[in-house]
Structures are given as C-alpha cells and as structure tokens.
C-alpha cells in the first residue's frame, strides 16, 4: 500500500507561484507515474501534469509554459512548481502515483494511489 503525503499549497495573487510536492512512502516499488490532478469546485477532476519513471512528461494545455513537474526517483517524490498563477488555477490538487502492473507479480493488483488534496487559491 502507497500512502501520499502533499504539501505546498495556499493563497496567492495572480501572477504568482507556489510549489507543491508530494512524498510516497510504503510498498513503493510498483510506482510508475506520478503527477498531479486538480479539481475546481462544480468541475470533475482534470489531469494536470505527470512524470513517468523515466522522465516523459505531460503537462494539460492550460498549464503548458507556466507549470513543470519533478520527481525525484531515489526519493519517491514529484514535484509542480507553478508560475504565473491565474484565478483558473484555483482547485484542489491532488498528488497521484499510478503503477506500472506489469513491473512485478505482487503490481498486478495495485491501484493507483492517491493524497489527501491540497487547495490551491489564486486572487485576482
């Protein structure tokens, strides 16, 4: 079982930035991907940006030249340092980790994990 843990976010005027990072502890050895989503109040819950083990990204194409996604393999980490905030940025987000089920047996079963949310507010 992967346990996510988020920090990072808060209020910030438009224009702004703040990063937000999420550490994985656990059975983290099936980890593949791991990136963020978001979701806006009254909106479903959008893909924003993820890393694979290797380092391709994926960024939404709202958030492409403002956004960028780290991780840290040895230390089971992403990161999403966001700039140039606008006021449509603000959700919460959700830091995920999704497993490659073909890495190992004991993968096959896995889910894809998720944090707790952290919410992200940006004032106009």
């Known amino acids: 079982q992967v346990r996510l843990v988020e920090s990072g976010g808060g209020l910030v005027q438009t224009g702004g930035s703040l990063r937000l990072s999420c550490a994985a502890s656990?059975?983290?050895?099936?980890?593949?991907?791991m990136g963020w989503y978001r979701q806006a109040p009254g909106k479903e819950r959008e893909l924003v940006a993820h890393m694979t083990t290797g380092g391709s990204t994926y960024y939404a194409d709202s958030v492409k030249g403002r956004f960028t996604v780290s991780r840290d393999n040895a230390r089971v980490t992403v990161s999403l340092q966001m700039n140039s905030l606008k006021p449509e940025d603000t959700a919460v987000y959700y830091c995920v980790a999704e497993p490659d089920r073909y890495r190992l047996p004991r993968c096959r079963t896995d889910s894809d994990s998720w944090g707790q949310g952290t919410q992200v507010t940006v004032s106009s």
């Open positions: 656990g059975d983290t050895i099936c980890i593949s991907v």
